[in-house]
C-alpha cells in the first residue's frame, strides 16, 4: 500500500508563506492498498485536492469507489466533503465511517450542507453516499483490507483507526489528548485542573491507552496527533491534543516501526515544525522506529507496493 498525506493541519487552513513547505491544508490521509480502491482518513481542507486528483481516474466515469473514514466530525477533518469532486458524479461510490452519535450520522453531515451554509445540499450530491456507524472496538473489512478501532480521549470522542493490507500496517491516532489528566468526551470542560484523578476515571483512562497501544502493536506506521508542544498542553489539556512526547511513549510500547508527527498547530511555521523534528530525533536517536513529520505530499510505501 501506500499512504500518501493531502492535509496535515489541525483546527484550521493556514495556507501562506510560512505554510508552504508542510502545508496549510487541514487533516486527510490517503491509503491505497495494491490495486485497490482508496480508503481516506478523515475530510478536512487537503481532501479537495486528493478528489480533484481521483477525478483523473474511474471516478471521472463515475465507475469509481472510495471509502472515507473520519475520526470524528469537527470542522478540521470534515470541512472539505462538500469540495470533494467525486461525489458530484452519478455512478461513483463513497463509503463514509464514522462514529455513531446521538443523531443519525447522515443527518450530521446534512448539516454542514445547510442553506446557511453551503448552497448544495447533501441530497443533490449524486454519487450513491452510504454512511456506516462504527462503535469504538469494531473490527470490518474494505475489500481486503482490514480495518479496527479504538476511542480516543477527545472533547466529544473521536476513533483512532488501524488499516492492515498488502502485509504492512498502518495506524491513524488523531485527535487525541493524553490519557493521564483529564478525560474528555461528554463535556466541554472549561477550567480544566490537574490533580489527582478518581480511581473509576483513572481506570477508564487507562483502559483507553491499553486500547490504543493495542491498536498501534507492532504496526509499520503510526500517525498520531503532535499538535501541542509541552508549555501549550501545560494551558490547554483540555483541547484534546497531544504532545509529541506522548506519540512517542505510545510508539515504544507499541514497538511501532515509524512514527509520523501530524496534525501541526496553525500556529506553527515551516521552520517550527523542523525545530519539533530536529529535537524529537535527538530525543529518539536510540529507539528502533524512525521519525518523520507529516507534510502535503508525503508518501509513505508500506509492505507489498
Ligand atoms: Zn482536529
Ligand atoms: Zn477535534
Redesign the pocket.
Known sequence: MKVRFWGVR??IPVPGRATNRYGGN??CVEVRPRGAAPIIIDA?TGIRRLGKSLMEEAFRDGKGTASILI??T?W??VQGLPFFSPLYRAGNQVHIFARQRDMHLEAVFSQQHDAAYFPVPLSAMHADMQFHEVVEGARFDIGTAKVTCARLNHPWVAIAYRIDVDGASVVYC??TAPFTDLLLGKDFIERPSFGTLPPPVRDELATMRAGVVALAKGADLLIY?T?FTPDEYTSRPHWG?SRPDDAIEIAREAKVKQLCLF?HAPLRSDDDNDAILARYREVTSGDKFSLVSAYEGLEIPLGDQ
Open positions: 489541525g483546527s487541514t487533516s478536512g475520526s470524528h469537527h478540521d477533518h488523531s485527535d496527533d499538535q491534543h496534525h
